[in-house]
Nanobody
Framework: QVQLVESGGGLVQPGGSLRLSCAGSRIMFRIYHMGWYRQAPGKQRELVAVITSGGNTNYADSVKGRFTISRDSAKNTVSLQMNNLKPEDTAVYSC??????????WGHGTQVTVSS
C-alpha cells in the first residue's frame, strides 16, 4: 500500500523558516510529479509548488522567491523549504504524487502556523 507521510510542520513566527518533508513507501517519487498543496481554514486547497519527474519546478506566485521544492531520489523524499514565512502561509500542507495512468496519492498533511 502506497503511503506518503509529511513531517516538519509547526508554529513559527513571521519571518521564520520551516522545512517540510514528505517520505514515501511503496512508491518511487522520481517517476512521479510531486507537489505540495495547502489548505487554509475556509479556503480551497491550492498548489504551492511542484517538481516534475524531469526535475522542473513551478511555484504559486504567492511563494515565489520564498519557498523551494526539492527531491532526494536516494532517500525517496520531497522537501519544501519555506523561508520568510507570513501569517497568510498558515495552512495544512499536504504532499501529492501524481503520474498519469499510474495513480494519484496524498499524505495526511502537516499543520503550519505562522503567528507571533
Amino acid at each position: 500500500q502506497v503511503q506518503l507521510v509529511e513531517s516538519g510542520g509547526g508554529l513559527v513566527q513571521p519571518g521564520g523558516s520551516l522545512r517540510l518533508s514528505c517520505a514515501g513507501s511503496r512508491i518511487m517519487f522520481r517517476i512521479y510529479h510531486m507537489g505540495w498543496y495547502r489548505q487554509a481554514p475556509g479556503k480551497q486547497r491550492e498548489l504551492v509548488a511542484v517538481i516534475t519527474s524531469g526535475g522542473n519546478t513551478n511555484y504559486a506566485d504567492s511563494v515565489k522567491g520564498r519557498f523551494t521544492i526539492s527531491r532526494d531520489s536516494a532517500k525517496n523524499t520531497v522537501s519544501l523549504q519555506m523561508n520568510n514565512l507570513k501569517p497568510e502561509d498558515t495552512a495544512v500542507y499536504s504532499c501529492n504524487a501524481h503520474r498519469d495512468n499510474w495513480g494519484d496519492y496524498w499524505g495526511h498533511g502537516t499543520q503550519v502556523t505562522v503567528s507571533s
